[in-house]
């Protein structure tokens, strides 16, 4: 017995042994030995001598044929044609020899067709069982196989799925972060507008008061804080984008990749599923010869890998620059609200300076006030002493005018005289310094006046830089976000 589904080699495949040529060929002859006479059209033996030998061999008469022989001869005799001569009797085409033997030939090539025949139907019934058995077994692998298939794309296509789920996730928490990111910078512009309006207003302070002092300094270095977060927060907005972009093209590969290895398992299932009493089969004529396949295993498995790893990749990308993007709102969210804080601080204790300045001046003005109040008394005082001088003077003027009429010999330097002399040097002398006091006092009063301009100026600024840092500057900045917002919730 052969390996099953391996081609049998029979003997009926082979040509029959050819026989030994004791007659002649009958593509030769005009007619088969089953038609032994001449056909009755014989026109052309009429022109011809007669000659046996014209158109028939002279078989030889073997003596074992004796028999068979008489029985002949006596057929012939029997059967001769009434047209022919009887002299052909002696000349027929075989002998009883020949024509057992082709009996016997005929008898041989019966039993060995038929014999070749059972061969063949056993051989073809053999084969044909082998052939179905092998056709089943083949169809049985393909089956497998196409199970196997579709297993294997079940595998991929459930993690793809996965993986698919899982980059729609963080792509969604990486949008939210990002929205998030983006209300926080818009969340910065109020501050950095505050704190650019409070330096302006500061400008509008007035002489002394226009000073670079610490509210200035952090004012200042609050608008470079808020800056500096804006520029990281600009940055890593970029950086969302671009992610978000790479996230997508790679959930756009896991989606196109899902919907082929769908429509391949809704195939490869339905080619699992086929039998050969299914609906819908048909021939198709020359599809095996059409090679349409683009991969192998190998490369199939490998794309839809590559897919997943590459997904993967920007998952883990996409989750790190997530969480650089939170710790960044907290990071400056404390940092503005600390420089905030700062500059509030600086703010109170420059209000709280220039209060107290302020209230010191009003103190010293109300005192010069008095101070010029008391001089102007004073000026007043001495002005009326000088006056009443002026009339001790005149006194003691008009008493020695009238002493130089005396006549003759009266005029006498005498006591009286010497002392009314005196009298009028000492009044003269207490004018001239009350003069010179009335003069001095009015030159205090002049400072007076100018100290007190100077403190009403000085007391119109401090109000000014009052008014400017603790209603305008402080006032804008009760408005400054809270901490939720400058993380970016609403």
């Known amino acids: ?113 038929r014999h070749n025949s059972e061969r063949f139907r056993v051989d073809t019934s053999r084969l044909i069982q082998d052939k179905y058995q092998q056709t089943r077994k083949t169809q049985a692998e393909s089956t497998q196989n196409l199970g196997e298939r579709v297993n294997d794309i079940g595998f991929w296509k459930s993690e793809i799925t996965h993986e698919l789920d899982e980059m729609i996730g963080e792509t969604n928490a990486l949008t939210d972060v990002k929205k998030r990111l983006e209300r926080a910078l818009v969340e910065t512009e109020a501050p950095l507008q505050v704190a650019r309006e409070c330096l302006f207003h500061r400008e509008k302070r007035m002489g002394i008061d226009l000073v670079h002092d610490e509210v200035e300094k952090q004012l200042l270095t609050e608008v470079d804080v808020i800056l500096c977060c804006q520029e990281r927060m600009k940055l890593h907005l970029d950086k969302a984008i671009a992610q978000l972009a790479a996230n997508r093209a790679a959930q756009h590969e896991l989606e196109k990749d899902l919907s082929d290895k769908q429509a391949a398992y809704r195939i490869d299932d339905k080619c699992h599923h086929l039998r050969n009493t299914s609906e819908g089969v048909s021939f198709f004529r020359g599809v095996e010869k059409v090679d349409a396949t683009v991969s192998v295993p190998e490369s ?45 601080m600086a703010f109170t204790n420059r209000i709280a300076e220039t209060a107290d300045a302020k209230n010191k001046i009003q103190v010293h003005l109300s005192k010069t006030l008095q101070e010029i109040f008391q001089t102007e008394r004073t000026i007043e005082s001495i002005k009326k002493a000088i006056k009443e001088k002026s009339a001790f003077l005149k006194v003691a003027q008009t008493r020695l005018d009238e002493r130089t009429r005396r006549p003759n010999i009266e005029l006498c330097r005498d006591i009286a005289q010497l002392r009314l002399v005196n009298e009028v040097y000492e009044v003269d002398d207490t004018i001239q310094t009350l003069q010179q006091r009335l003069r001095e006092a009015e030159d205090t009063l002049q400072f007076l006046v100018h100290t007190k301009a100077t403190l009403e100026h000085d007391l119109a600024v401090k109000a000014n830089t009052l008014y400017i840092d603790q209603e305008k500057c402080m006032g804008m900045r009760r408005s400054f976000p809270n901490t939720l917002r400058l993380v970016g919730y609403c």
């Not at 990308?317 to 503005?336: F, G, Q, Y």
């Open 1 to 113: 017995m052969e390996p099953l589904g391996s081609t049998l080699t029979a003997t009926y495949a082979h040509p029959p042994p050819t026989p030994t040529s004791f007659l002649p060929a009958i593509s030769t002859l005009a007619s088969s030995y089953r038609n032994r006479f001449p056909h009755l059209n014989l026109t052309h033996s009429l022109s011809l001598p007669w000659r046996p030998s014209t158109y028939y061999k002279v078989a030889s008469d073997f003596p074992t044929l004796a028999p068979y022989s008489t029985r002949a001869q006596r057929l012939s005799e029997s059967a001769m044609l009434p047209f022919v001569s009887n002299r052909t009797t002696l000349f027929t085409r075989y002998t009883a020899d020949d024509w057992y033997r082709s009996n016997l030939t005929n008898f041989q090539e019966s039993n060995t067709s």
């Open 300 to 344: 199939w498995a490998k794309f839809t890998d590559d897919n997943i790893l590459r997904s993967q990749c920007e998952r883990a990308a996409s989750a790190k620059l997530r969480d650089e993007i939170e710790n960044l709102l907290v990071v400056t969210a404390n940092e503005m609200w600390n420089q905030f804080n700062r500059v509030n």
